[in-house]
């Protein structure tokens, strides 16, 4: 095959990723270009890799996938990538100093869905949800280009926040692969088995759980916009998409609550014009207010 050029390779990043339907899609809209089509390819890179194990091609072996992706991604750092995501992610790291470390640390924690099905304790849980999504939001701080140290901790705080809040909407799915994500000791506490989980029990038990977890996911969203005031207005203003992304997962999280915490319906979804909503709402805020106003 033909290698593309890195125009070619960036194209098919955005199609990548605006075909994927994700809630990321419409927060990257408000983006410069450059950013934004950083942001096209970090995402398109993040769901290739996850998708390598969760969504593995017939005849693969994902273990192997993930060993070629890290191979790819350490080749691609020395000037040699060959696939069209790492073509385009190329020509970025001319422009943002994203640390390899950081790519890597993010296989690791989709790496750790082939050999981890059940979390003992929170503690357990912290590091995954670190690995999976607060280093996406430490990738993306060397796209927005923040200056303040702390943005570092607004973007550990917002990345726990939203796994979480994936886990919660993704229980049922969950279930049907035989993964729990919610720590072991959580259920215990509440009185809530692990069987029951696998067979989609309601019970009071688990609205108590749920509700404690929803909790728990609310306090890492508090603790990142607390964070956020604390910064200078530049940072506020370059940290506007991570804002997005916090009123649509907020939603998701509310939503949740509105229907009384029953996790085994239809997997709950924000309608992308009520994204689109959300999005155009707070960048009209922070643009009139320089700083960024809590989301709704």
């Known amino acids: 095959m033909k290698p593309m050029t890195p125009i070619e390779a960036q194209t098919f990043c955005t199609k990548y990723t605006k075909d994927s339907g994700s809630n990321f899609y419409y927060s990257f809209l408000f983006l410069p270009q450059q950013r934004r089509e950083a942001m096209y390819t970090i995402y398109a890179f993040c769901k290739m890799v996850d998708s390598a194990v969760d969504e593995p091609a017939p005849g693969s072996h994902p273990i192997e996938e993930v060993r070629k992706w890290r191979q790819e991604l350490t080749a691609t750092y020395q000037g040699h990538p060959t696939q069209p995501v790492t073509t385009s992610l190329a020509t970025h790291l001319q422009t943002f100093d994203i640390p390899e470390a950081l790519l890597q640390e993010l296989i690791s924690g989709v790496e750790m869905d082939l050999t981890t099905n059940r979390f003992a304790t929170f503690a357990d849980l912290y590091q995954y949800c670190y690995r999976v999504a607060s280093v996406v939001g430490l990738i993306c701080l060397k796209i927005f280009q923040t200056q303040s140290p702390a943005a570092e901790d607004y973007a550990v705080n917002l990345g726990l ?57 609310h306090t890492y969203y508090r603790q990142a916009q607390e964070i956020l005031q604390t910064l200078p207005p530049a940072d506020q203003k370059s940290l506007v998409v991570s804002e997005i992304m916090r009123g649509v997962y907020s939603r998701i999280l509310t939503q949740l609550e509105d229907q009384q915490y029953q996790v085994f319906g239809p997997r709950i979804r924000v309608a992308p014009l009520q994204r689109l909503g959300i999005a155009a709402n707070i960048w009209i805020r922070s643009f009139l207010s320089h700083t960024i106003a809590p989301s709704v």
């Open 161 to 217: 926040a939203f796994q979480l809040t994936n886990i919660l909407r993704d229980l049922k799915g969950d279930a049907e692969q035989n993964r729990i994500y919610l720590p072991l000791e959580d259920l215990q506490r509440f009185g809530y088995s692990e069987e029951a989980l696998l067979r989609q029990q309601e019970s009071p038990a688990l609205v108590e759980l749920v509700k404690f977890e929803c909790e728990r996911a």
